[in-house]
């Protein structure tokens, strides 16, 4: 309601601040180099075009016509579909729940760099005792100074996720910073995020220019530029990178969890929605392009000094937390550059949250109305301190192992089908037609005729065929992660790849099963007499839309709209 004055711009920086977090910095450009350098550019806007862009405007689209967050959408199409809404809502916790972690690490490293001399350039023993495998004489037998503090200072490390003897305190203090910082940005919801993105949103851009130019005037920057952007043609030939081009434009553009909704909710009715679509997913895809050149100038500088191939560096925290912190310590001034990287990394991750935890807040003060007599101030506060809590457990020595956990399994396959969904909530229940002539009615004229198919057909059928690649691969195989091994005669490395035993696998696939149950429960809740008309809408939709009166569902109970839709009318 707040960006009726402000109009369309905060609601554009939002959105944007929403969709370029820490994924466009440290898992593009890894892909870039994993699926062929700049080949891996042409499946990657191809996915952009056929998924990331119709998806995006259809729930840019759906947020601004009803006026509402992603539950009661669903819910004004069909009471049956009510389940989409809670299922965003339960990603979005999900995801608020160990992202702030991510920003917490993030805390850390740049509290850590306001020193002289920087404490992951040395080997030195950990602040607070000893870990399973800390020991200065195996940082100095790796000669890897900053993966050992990665693994013992920072994240106490144990020997697998079920481990949790070990436990850093220093990161618990820096989660409960994070959580006071994300709690100030957005107690007031869109009123007081909307304002804090202007900065958190743009200093980036800032941080990452001035890192590019610094990175390209490095001693073996071309090393790194070379290995991100010399096309191989031959990978495009292989389903997996197809797989990783499509699952990494969904997550830039923060698909499927409810966010793009509730901020495209506050726009004044009157808007071009299909233009701030296009434009935020344009220059969220342009900043990872951009951030590759920035990362693997770095790592070519990292290469020419000695200090491992930039073929040999992983994606995720291996890039950003060892590789590129350990490039940084040998820079002249190394300090000013640490803080400049992390505080990059700190507002990249913070832009994210705001955005996911009012996905997940609206839909439950709004749509629910679950907490009627309650500030959404002390809603908010609530929330933080129940998140903060359960955000405790990644803390431990097996934290970081729980976060490969969620993200493997949490997030992939619930936010597939969820986006899934939503593209059959509209192509075929509410229907293309009806969805156009709403877009009519709020831009003046209708999307062309690309996105009604994309909608319809192109964007569900691509979404079908990930969704069974993804879960084929998961059966065949199960996932890897990362673990610590320490020192030892066959791991000179200090890690190394193994698979998630089975009762890591069942974890995750609890995770699914409760982001995705609110689905078919409401399915079945909800079922009315209209049931068989709804059935009927969905296999005849080749003909003729399911008819819904239109004002009817522009107008929300106890909000007055009438006022601002005539006045944007007029």
Request: charged share 15%.
């Amino acid at each position: 309601k707040q960006w009726y004055n402000a109009g369309v711009r905060e609601a554009v920086v939002s959105t944007q601040s929403t969709g370029v977090g820490l994924g466009n910095v440290w898992r593009f450009p890894y892909l870039c180099h994993k699926h062929g350098g700049g080949a891996f550019l042409i499946p990657y806007f191809v996915c952009l075009v056929l998924e990331g862009m119709p998806l995006m405007y259809l729930e840019m689209a759906m947020g601004q016509f009803f006026r509402s967050g992603s539950v009661n959408c669903w819910s004004k199409i069909h009471p049956m579909l009510r389940g989409i809404g809670i299922g965003c809502v339960c990603v979005s916790m999900l995801l608020c729940l160990y992202y702030v972690v991510i920003i917490a690490r993030c805390f850390f490293y740049l509290f850590s760099s306001l020193t002289a001399t920087l404490p992951f350039l040395t080997c030195a023993p950990a602040a607070v005792g000893e870990t399973l495998y800390n020991n200065i004489t195996c940082c100095e037998a790796s000669n890897d100074a900053a993966n050992y503090y990665w693994w013992n200072d920072v994240l106490k490390v144990s020997s697998g996720f079920e481990d949790i003897r070990n436990f850093s305190f220093p990161l618990l203090g820096c989660l409960a910073f994070s959580w006071v910082v994300v709690y100030i940005c957005v107690f007031k919801g869109v009123e007081s995020s909307g304002k804090a993105v202007y900065f958190t949103a743009t200093f980036p851009y800032l941080c990452l220019v001035i890192l590019f130019f610094r990175g390209v005037t490095l001693p073996g920057a071309w090393i790194g530029i070379q290995v991100y952007i010399t096309p191989d043609f031959s990978k495009l030939l292989t389903g997996q990178v197809w797989l990783d081009a499509a699952t990494q434009i969904f997550f830039s553009l923060s698909l499927g969890f409810g966010a793009l909704v509730a901020f495209a909710s506050y726009v004044p009715y009157k808007n071009n929605v299909g233009r701030d679509a296009v434009l935020v997913s344009l220059v969220n895809c342009g900043t990872s392009v951009f951030a590759g050149f920035v990362i693997y100038s770095i790592l070519g500088y990292r290469e020419h000094l000695g200090l491992g191939s930039v073929a040999d560096v992983s994606s995720g925290s291996g890039l950003a937390f060892v590789a590129i912190s350990e490039a940084v310590t040998k820079m002249e001034a190394a300090p000013v550059w640490a803080v400049l990287f992390f505080t990059m990394l700190v507002l990249l991750g913070l832009d994210s949250e705001f955005g996911t935890l009012e996905g997940a807040v609206t839909p439950l003060i709004v749509d629910m109305n679950l907490f009627p007599k309650i500030r959404k101030e002390l809603v908010s506060a609530g929330f933080a301190v129940i998140l903060f809590v359960f955000g405790i457990g990644f803390c431990s020595g097996g934290g970081e192992y729980m976060i490969t956990i969620f993200d493997t399994y949490g997030m992939n396959i619930p936010i597939l089908i969820l986006a899934l969904c939503e593209c059959l909530a509209v192509g075929w229940v509410f229907g293309t037609d009806n969805m156009s002539k709403a877009i009519e009615d709020m831009q003046g004229s209708k999307p062309c005729l690309f996105f009604t198919i994309c909608w319809k057909y192109i964007s569900p059928g691509l979404l079908i065929i990930i969704f069974c690649i993804t879960f084929v691969q998961n059966m065949i195989q199960a996932p890897s992660y990362t673990v610590y091994v320490g020192c030892n005669d066959t791991h000179a490395n200090l890690v190394e790849d193994v698979t998630f035993p089975l009762s890591a696998q069942l974890v995750g696939w609890a995770v699914v099963v409760m982001a995705l149950i609110p689905i078919p429960i409401f399915l079945v809740l909800n079922r009315d007499e209209d049931t068989l008309g709804f059935l009927k809408s969905c296999a005849m939709s080749y003909k003729k839309d399911r008819h819904y009166d239109m004002e009817e569902l522009y107008y929300r109970p106890g909000m007055k709209l009438v006022e601002d839709k005539e006045e944007h009318d007029a």
